[in-house]
């Protein structure tokens, strides 16, 4: 079968693009190894900042159903001392540039808005190879095959499409997040609901760090970081649900206990989630018919802007197609010089800062000192 743009992968970047092309009445396929727009659980709250994110969702025509499932009042966070003392605490006056929303939401609404075959699900990618004359066949597990003028990898971190572009591969940052959830806290984990507040809450420490906030009705969704090595993780089984939260909560000993609450009453067996990263400033020469999106280009440790990067890559390239419909190679050489740039500028802005706060000597003083002199926080989930 051929197709003239095949997308690898129904993320947030994927779609974005497939919805931007089709507004523009462009042809448009989606592959994606999920068997279902439900097989996974798309993780939690995101916020969407006036400057991407919501840039793309507006050359999406979108802005109406985002606001719809914007949670108000989210967009603050408190940061906290190990025993529990609020030491900041940003107001909230409902006026911010970056609203939060549920990832599973705003991916159901990109999904709604393709028509209906757009997204060819349980296709997951073994190899994809040039054929010349910028034609590009895509293997997927089962053996089925499909040929393209144009692929566009939006396929993350592990990109069966990169290899087409470059040699890179993701790196382990040395940082791990362990993820738990609390359900019902407000009336089964008083304390910890308390301490977590009605927005986000951060507890850093040189090495460590417990990030919570809560999601729709009363869910805490808790990201606890550790700086370690793969294979001090390696060493704990975390099929075995309350021996892996023993090891990690061991870590935070003699921090206040409804913060550690966290991680020892979570109502969910912890997941782990490694950071992994592409060299910064990561690029790659123009091979034709065939470029990156999101997470497959430039992936980064968890920054706050994953998601919105993403989706900008999809409503750029997308508006860059329909621009130089006659031209694919212009419009993906315009795309790709200028997704380079925005995607170095954000990993050397965000470099700098986590530079700045770990050698502030006191990790808590230098992030109070980082949200005041910006004048915001950044209450994003890990992307």
């Known amino acids: 079968m051929h197709t003239p743009v095949t997308i690898i992968g129904a993320g947030l970047g994927g779609l974005t693009l497939a919805r931007v092309l089709h507004i523009h009445g462009i042809p448009v396929t989606v592959y994606e190894a999920d068997v279902s727009a439900s097989a996974r659980t798309q993780g939690g709250m995101l916020d969407i900042h006036d400057y991407n994110g919501q840039l793309a969702l507006e050359a999406a025509g979108l802005m109406e159903e985002f606001r719809a499932i914007v949670l108000e009042g989210r967009q603050a966070i408190r940061v906290l001392d190990r025993d529990g003392t609020v030491l900041f605490e940003e107001a909230d006056d409902g006026t911010g540039g970056r609203p939060e929303a549920m990832r599973g939401e705003l991916r ?3 999904l709604a808005s393709l028509p209906a075959g757009t997204v060819r699900w349980g296709h997951k990618v073994s190899h994809a190879r040039g054929l010349g004359e910028s034609r590009h066949e895509v293997t997927f597990a089962d053996g089925t095959t499909v040929v393209t003028s144009l692929l566009a990898g939006a396929d993350g971190a592990w990109s069966r499409v990169r290899p087409l572009l470059s040699t890179a591969t993701p ?7 362990v993820e738990t959830y609390l359900y019902g806290a407000d009336t089964r984990h008083p304390a910890a609901a308390k301490a977590v507040g009605s927005r986000s809450m951060i507890a850093p420490t040189p090495g460590k760090e417990i990030f919570a906030h809560r999601e729709s009705g009363d869910t805490l969704h808790t990201y606890t970081a550790l700086s370690k090595p793969q294979d001090w993780f390696a060493d704990i089984d975390f099929t075995d649900a309350a021996t892996a939260t023993a090891r990690i909560a061991a870590e935070f000993d ?3 206990p409804e913060l550690t609450a966290l991680i020892t009453s979570s109502d969910t067996a912890p997941v782990l989630r490694p950071h992994y990263a592409l060299p910064t400033g990561h690029r790659w020469d123009r091979v034709p018919g065939v470029t990156l999106v999101g997470d497959a280009a430039h992936l980064a440790a968890p920054n706050g802007e994953g998601a919105n990067l993403a989706m900008l890559d999809g409503a750029e390239l997308g508006k860059a197609l329909a621009a ?5 190679e212009a419009a993906l050489g315009e795309y790709e010089q200028a997704m380079f740039r925005r995607s170095a500028e954000i990993a050397t802005f965000e470099g700098a ?8 000597g006191n990790t808590v003083h230098g992030l109070i000192d980082m949200f005041t002199q910006k004048g915001q926080g950044a209450t994003q989930a890990p992307s």
Do not use: C, K, N
């Not at 130089?324 to 694919?328: K, L, N, Q, T």
């Not at 800062?353 to 502030?360: G, K, L, P």
């Open 171 to 177: 790196q382990y940052t040395g940082t791990s997040f």
């Open 353 to 360: 800062e986590v530079h700045r706060i770990d050698s502030a």
């Open 254 to 256: 003699g921090w206040a």
């Open 108 to 110: 159901g609404i990109l």
């Open 324 to 328: 130089h419909p006659d031209d694919i």
